[in-house]
């Protein structure tokens, strides 16, 4: 057996094992039945790919939530995303090479604006969600609560 240790190629296996055989759907039924344990997802701006930090963040969440699992409780995990205000308006400023807030009335306008915040910012939903769950994150990635919606 001359097997290198491909931690990558590993990874992926455990990945394709887990989503194939549904193992977080599996736990969460499992655990229905026991005592609730809620969290709230202190939410990441949506403002691009994640990085070293918010994964880390996202992680340690993700070991606490476990470890609740394993002791049976029925976790409450909803992801959360902060989809507005300054940090989305300055990388869709960025993005558009605008020079000052005058020019969003004078060249894109205010609604269009909003409207490009909010693509903007659903669009990096999406990357972040796909790769918090590379990182092998258990959460409820299908109901994530968005500050965008007034629900």
């Known amino acids: ?8 190629q590993i990874e992926e296996k455990i990945l394709k094992f887990w989503s194939e055989n549904s193992i977080y759907k599996k736990v969460v039924q499992k655990n229905s039945k026991g005592p609730r344990f809620k969290y709230i ?3 990441p ?6 990085h070293l930090g918010t ?3 996202k992680v ?6 476990r470890y609740k699992r394993f002791q049976g409780y029925n976790v409450r995990d909803q992801p959360g995303y902060d989809m507005h205000g300054l940090p989305i308006e300055v990388k869709v400023e960025e993005d558009l090479k605008l020079k000052n807030k005058r ?15 909010r693509k903007f910012a659903l669009d990096n939903l999406d990357l972040m969600n796909k790769q918090f769950s590379r990182l092998g994150v258990w959460m409820d990635w299908g109901d994530p609560y968005m500050t965008i919606k007034n629900s």
């Open 41 to 43: 997802d202190g939410p």
């Open 60 to 65: 340690l969440k993700d070991t606490a939530l």
């Open 45 to 50: 701006y949506t403002t691009g790919a994640i």
């Open 1 to 8: 057996m001359d097997q290198k240790f491909n931690l990558k």
């Open 103 to 117: 020019d969003i009335e004078e060249k894109i306008g205010v609604e269009n604006f909003i409207e490009l915040c």
């Open 55 to 57: 994964a880390w963040n």
